[in-house]
């Protein structure tokens, strides 16, 4: 008799993230290697940050606070919500893992972009649900389609906005326009991770009015972008306490650790910090378009730190050889290729590479 596995997880592959820069030194014997594909800060984090971490430090010998405490507290205060509202998490990858956990079950449908962030539909096939898969139009989500694909089996839908990996954004009214008109009974989860990056008004910038108005909707944030902790892992869900309590529930015990959790409430509050990463990318994405432009280069329209483009040409054939140069992007499928908004020094190494490739 050989060992049995859930048949759910069969198909499934293991996340591939981006490479480290140190295989790719490695491997290509490298000294100087830029990493512009996996979304993170290049300015780093808050020098609070690292004060609060010193200050941490003496007690590694202790559990974390289970309950994120002062962090759901601080949360909660910024944002003028109930702590009892507030779910940390080991970033929001951990939290999409529990959300499919508290919510789908085998045959539920789960309606998902065909172009967003891949755990939203590992984690529901994981569950046994069913992906019912909404295509994106003009790179950008249609909530129009998403609404049309709702049966009496769906139980939740993703939305990711500004979305990975195409950088796109759809507006407040579109949002609530759609939230008007769905059943109250499927959770909509709005993943908001690159929120701190939008620059258009027409975006729903206070998302928090949604908790009041729909009790189906829960909101993901993270700290891993903007606020520059990808390494800590710590991202924070808002929704009903209702929906808090269940999630709550099968979440693993010190799920944050101590020292993410005094960093993130040092991050939080360093606005000074997040003005300069929201400049810095402003900056660099209209760089990197102009650059884009001059090459004849289309690309989405980003709302994100990140810029989806066609590099008419096989994109994982780019992605080595811009590797072999020492510059590691993402290719997501076909000829589409993803590249972080970098400082303008690693954006215009980029291009400079990218025209030798190209
Ligand atoms: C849309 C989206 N959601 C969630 C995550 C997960 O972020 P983290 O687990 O670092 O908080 C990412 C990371 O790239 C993302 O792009």
């Known amino acids: 008799m050989s060992i049995q596995f859930r048949p759910q997880i069969k198909d499934l ?5 981006g490479k480290p820069i140190e295989d790719v030194k490695r491997e290509y014997g490298l000294k100087e290697v830029v990493k512009l594909a996996s979304n993170e800060n290049p300015l780093g984090s808050s020098p609070k940050v690292k004060e609060a971490i010193l200050r941490a430090l003496d007690e590694l010998n202790f559990y974390p606070d289970g309950n994120s405490t002062d962090l759901k507290k601080a949360i ?16 929001s990858d951990e939290m999409v893992d529990q959300i499919s956990k508290t919510f789908v079950n085998e045959g539920d449908e789960v309606i998902i972009a065909n172009v967003t962030f891949p755990r939203y539909l590992s984690t529901a096939v994981m569950m046994g649900g069913t992906p019912v898969i909404v295509p994106l139009k003009d790179f950008t989500y249609d909530l129009e389609a998403m609404k049309a694909s709702i049966t009496a089996k769906t139980k939740l839908i993703w939305l990711c906005n500004p979305n990975n990996p195409t950088g796109t954004m759809f507006t407040e009214g579109a949002l ?4 008007d008109n769905i059943p109250t009974n499927v959770v909509v989860v709005y993943d908001e991770a690159y929120r701190e990056y939008v620059t258009r008004e027409d975006y729903l910038h206070d998302s928090i009015k949604l908790l009041d108005k729909y009790p189906n909707v829960i909101i993901m944030r ?12 710590v991202g924070y869900t808002m929704a009903s306490e209702e929906i808090i309590n269940e999630i709550n529930k099968i979440r693993g015990p010190f799920n944050v650790t101590s020292l ?15 003005k300069k990463s929201y400049e ?8 990197l378009y102009k650059a884009f432009d001059e090459m004849g280069i289309s690309y989405a329209p980003s709302e ?5 483009f066609d590099a008419k040409r096989d994109a994982q054939e780019v992605f080595v050889e811009l590797q072999k140069k020492g510059m590691i992007v993402r290719p997501i499928f076909s000829t589409y290729v993803r590249v972080s908004i970098g400082t303008m020094e690693q954006n215009q190494r980029f291009i400079e590479l990218l025209k030798t490739v190209l």
């Open 13 to 17: 592959v293991a996340y591939k993230p």
């Open 260 to 274: 993410s959790q005094v960093a993130a409430i040092a991050a939080l509050e360093d606005t000074e910090f997040l």
């Open 76 to 91: 909660a205060d910024k944002l003028g919500i109930k702590p009892t509202q507030v779910l940390p998490s080991s970033g």
């Open 222 to 233: 993270t700290l891993s972008k903007a606020y520059g902790l990808a390494a800590l892992r």
């Open 176 to 179: 609530l326009a759609f939230l």
């Open 304 to 308: 994100t730190n990140h810029i989806f």
């Open 280 to 287: 810095v990318n402003k900056e660099g994405k209209l760089y």
